[in-house]
């Protein structure tokens, strides 16, 4: 595995894959969506302690990833449910982001943090 440009490349028997960062952003993405706590992703940067949620959209840009010679670090950001216990939502989050990327992408991941930005109410639906 080799990092070039923005890019991680991957040699194979019959070639090389190149995946975008962004790429594996998105499949961390949606694993951290599909897990139960999370109301939704955030924005990195904290400005006077307002947290901006995204839309799913946009959820992408709230998962940074790192490439590494042998892996990759992902960083996400995220908004979880009030009366919860926030330690395991966030472990749950690590779990699904792991299996996701490693078996979609096939990248080992060497680590992931989970920054929670913030802890808001569910809103009941009729």
């Given at each position: 595995?080799?990092?070039?440009?923005?890019?991680?490349?991957?040699?194979?028997?019959?070639?090389?894959?190149?995946?975008?960062?962004?790429?594996?952003?998105?499949?961390?993405?949606?694993?951290?969506?599909?897990?139960?706590?999370?109301?939704?992703?955030?924005?990195?940067?904290?400005?006077?302690?307002?947290?901006?949620?995204?839309?799913?959209?946009?959820?992408?840009?709230?998962?940074?990833?790192?490439?590494?010679?042998?892996?990759?670090?992902?960083?996400v950001y995220v908004v979880l449910a009030y009366g919860?216990?926030?330690?395991?939502?966030a472990n749950n989050i690590k779990e699904n982001v792991r299996f996701a990327v490693?078996?979609?992408?096939?990248?080992?991941?060497?680590?992931?943090?989970?920054?929670?930005?913030?802890?808001?109410?569910?809103?009941?639906?009729?």
């Amino acid at each position: 595995m080799t990092k070039e440009a923005n890019t991680i490349q991957i040699q194979t028997d019959l070639g090389t894959i190149t995946i975008s960062p962004t790429a594996i952003a998105g499949v961390a993405s949606r694993a951290v969506l599909q897990t139960y706590g999370v109301v939704g992703m955030a924005l990195p940067s904290l400005r006077d302690g307002l947290v901006e949620m995204l839309s799913r959209d946009h959820s992408k840009r709230g998962v940074i990833v790192h490439s590494l010679d042998d892996g990759v670090i992902v960083d996400v950001y995220v908004v979880l449910a009030y009366g919860l216990r926030l330690s395991e939502v966030a472990n749950n989050i690590k779990e699904n982001v792991r299996f996701a990327v490693e078996n979609t992408v096939g990248i080992p991941v060497k680590q992931i943090n989970v920054h929670i930005q913030s802890v808001r109410p569910v809103e009941a639906t009729e």
